[in-house]
């Protein structure tokens, strides 16, 4: 998807528009290489400089209640354990075993008795993970109001801010972290993408480093979803504090995330641009995202800066505001882009792929960055169109050559369409049908998370994905599809090639289930009794 990207910006700027600026010459190069001067640019120093964040907490906002409606409940199908029961079993070994003493949700080993941790694992964007379970937890205190999940909370927000402080540079977070007190399942000390912490006082501290939009992204969403929800201001102002740490330094260094750890002067890490020219996604990706970012610091900083930054230079909304130049606007103006939201309406913007090719992590970072920017935004038609974002790129398409999110059971991403559409099931079968098969998916959910006993698959290919695996033409069921600690941005069709041996011992994180689970019912799709 990128690389046609990159492709069509070439074909554009070199044969349509032979004069288009010099900076296009590294669109078609390595991530990793010399990036545009624009874009390498530090927006004359700290953020405060250009929008001025005093970092007070918003106290006018308000949550928006749940619509309730008539959601259909997967009746067809009956389990032994309640939906309400896994939910309570994986809220109960999330936090006694699942929670590591670095403050990080983690995947485990147990020991012989299938009790205690023997160690925990490092697994790729482990913040992700943590973002991701946080929020969850934020839905369960706001349906619950248990007092007991602050705690919870309280540890996984300590353990992101160390997962920052590791790196020796305020605003950066690591993609995961190791403590020297922390028995861990991974040998970190050949891999090239760990350091040792550069920080004073986190001697023995390692760190994962090269951070992506995919780990942030997950960060934000914990954030936005928790500062929303919870109710405790020391929690609320924790997270502003933290908020404007990374607003210093994103928009600081024109969205882009820099690492600092071979550079004292940074540099872009591979997948940290997230400007609407980037080159390396669509530009209605990178825009959302962005937005997303800006737009849930803007709410809980309260701060008139970023708030004109927002609505002045991202939405194009405010023509008085002194805007720095972070988009290559040779690029904008040909891509005819005046907004980010104009980015993100654009048919350059699409995820929907044909051939098996589509790309279900870049759903699922839509999905998190898609949530707090229209439960944030007041503004009644800006909004709307942030809805028809969702409703035209990341749910359903009645082409049969792309395969649309409502008719395979994704529970994240049918849930969080269903509480943010505000569409009646009773008026929309596709939405109906869409969310009586999420609930199916969840009733199929295995009730532990061990690594189970999944036989060869034996389903006729249709194609082969993204990944060259092959596919099949219908959604594989769970009891024959095997899964880690986030089932939701994997190929539910992709076919299972060798045996998988169970292994009790190895345990996976429940921030999947957990997610879907608690967002459902704090929109009223779930009822406590299913």
Known sequence: MGKSFYLLSVFLCFVILPACNSNTENIDGDLDSEVQDAEETELDGDLEAEVD????????FEQESPLVYNWPKCAQLQTNKTLAEKAAYFDKVA??????????????????????VKHYYHVPSTMLWTGMYLASQAFRYAVTKDETILDTARLLLEGLHQNMKVTGHKGLYGRSHSRPDVTYGNDT??????????????????????????????????????WQLFDDAQIKSDIAN????????????GLQIKDYINDPAGVVTEHGRLMATAGDDWPGFNALLASSWVKTSQVALDDQGLDDFYYGCLMGMREDVDCPEIDDPTMMQLLKIESYVDAMEQPLFELFTPDCDQNYDSFDMCYQAIYPLITFEKDPQLKARFIDVMKNKLFHTDDPQYQSIATYGNAY????????????????????????LAICVLKEFPEEKFKRYIPKGEQEVACTNRLDKPTSAERIPLAEYDFDNYLWR?????????????????????????????????????????
């Open 490 to 530: 994997l190929d539910f069709f992709e076919i299972v090639q060798n045996e998988i041996p169970e292994d009790k011992q190895m345990v996976y994180s429940p921030e999947d289930f957990l997610i879907a689970y608690w967002m459902a019912r704090y929109h009223n799709i779930i009822s406590e009794d299913m």
């Open 413 to 436: 991403f049918t849930f969080s369409y269903a509480g943010l559409s505000g569409d009646d099931p009773e008026e929309d079968q596709v939405l109906s049908d869409a969310v009586d």
């Open 95 to 116: 936090k006694e075993r699942h929670i590591a003493p670095d403050g990080l949700i983690r995947n485990i080993y147990l020991n012989d008795d299938l009790e205690s």
């Open 242 to 253: 933290r908020l404007q740490e990374l607003m210093d330094e994103f928009v600081g260094n």
């Open 53 to 60: 964040i005093d970092g007070d907490i918003e106290e006018d």
């Open 189 to 226: 000390t050949n891999n090239w993408d760990w350091a040792d912490s550069p920080a004073e006082g986190y001697e023995g501290w390692r760190f994962n480093f090269d951070v992506s939009k995919d780990s942030y992204d997950g960060l934000f969403f914990g954030y936005a979803i928790a």
